[in-house]
């Protein structure tokens, strides 16, 4: 068990934490519907506080959607509500007379009948965002400028397509929301290990048996990621406040200095693409023959 991991783990919520967050936001709030929004940070609704609030007034949650690291509240009249939680952003599920949460920059007050809840946009740094969508045409436009997304529409034909495609180093490939949506620094890291593949080989050199290795590979991860909940660092939280439990399960993510759990060696943290990258020299070097 990593017992550091809260000084290690700085990253943004990636696909296991937003589905997580989405599913548990469609059991609560599904037919709820705005009756009133108050905020402290404006310049985090787009186009604008005044245009979204106007808009989502009395508007019901028919679905909530996720897309990536992106959830979507489908409203009436064709309206879309995107929340993007960044880095530090959180989606808590409140009752209004609760204490407000540290940080909370907006609060939605939704009801269904008699039940009134509200949801807590926190968000420390205040790269977060909430953005008003109004045709099928622009989140269509939108969703579209994002890769094919693992468990969902990305095949093996398709990400062995990707991988030849690209010369760029596999650890870059996999984060490229354009290219593969979803994988965040976390899962990639562990995806890596678990195929033993250096993250600075060319993604065009991958054999064809380490690019069925690393497909299967990443799917696990992310599937161990949602069976946890997602990974807790000093930000991401559940709706009503609770941790996930990945963090307890890394496979590599966050263990430098550590044995490999494989072979013995030591692993390695380097600086890599702005991000901290965590692989055993032994088990992932990139000349690696079978």
């Given amino acids: 068990m990593v017992t550091n991991y809260k000084l290690q783990t700085k990253e943004m919520p990636e696909l296991p934490e937003v589905e997580t967050i989405r599913r ?6 599904t037919g709820y519907r705005f009756v009133d929004v108050k905020t402290e940070w404006e310049k985090s609704f787009r186009p604008s506080f005044k245009e979204v609030t106007a808009a989502i007034k009395d508007k019901t949650i028919g679905k909530i959607d996720r897309q990536a690291k992106l959830l979507i509240f489908r409203l009436d009249n064709n309206l879309d509500l995107l929340f993007h939680l960044k880095m530090t952003g959180r989606l808590l599920v409140r009752k209004p007379d609760e204490p407000t949460d540290e940080y909370t920059r907006s609060a939605f007050t939704l009801k269904k009948g008699s039940d009134i809840k ?19 045409e622009e989140i269509n436009k939108l969703l579209a400028s994002y890769g094919p997304e693992p468990l969902k529409d990305l095949t093996l034909a398709k990400f062995s397509e990707t991988l030849k495609s690209s010369s760029r180093p596999i650890k870059l490939v996999l984060m490229d929301q354009g290219k593969i949506s979803g994988i965040g620094n976390i899962y990639v890291n562990d995806a890596l290990w678990l195929a033993k593949i250096n993250p600075k080989k060319p993604a ?10 690393l497909f299967g590979a990443i799917e696990k991860v992310l599937k161990e990621g949602l069976k946890y909940g ?14 996930g439990k990945y963090q307890e399960h890394f496979l590599v993510y966050g263990r430098n200095g550590e044995k490999c759990s494989r ?10 693409g702005g991000r901290g990258t965590f692989f055993c ?7 690696r023959e079978r």
Avoid: M
């Fill in 24 to 29: 548990q936001l469609a059991e609560e709030l």
């Fill in 263 to 272: 072979c013995g060696e030591t692993i390695n943290r380097i600086g890599f």
């Fill in 118 to 136: 509200e949801l807590r946009f926190v968000d420390s740094r205040k790269f977060g965002f909430v953005k008003l969508i109004k045709s099928k």
């Fill in 281 to 287: 020299p032994k088990c992932q070097k990139e000349n």
């Fill in 230 to 243: 997602g990974a807790s660092d000093q930000w991401y939280r559940q709706v009503h406040g609770e941790e």
């Fill in 204 to 213: 065009k050199k991958l054999r064809p048996d380490e690019v069925k290795e």
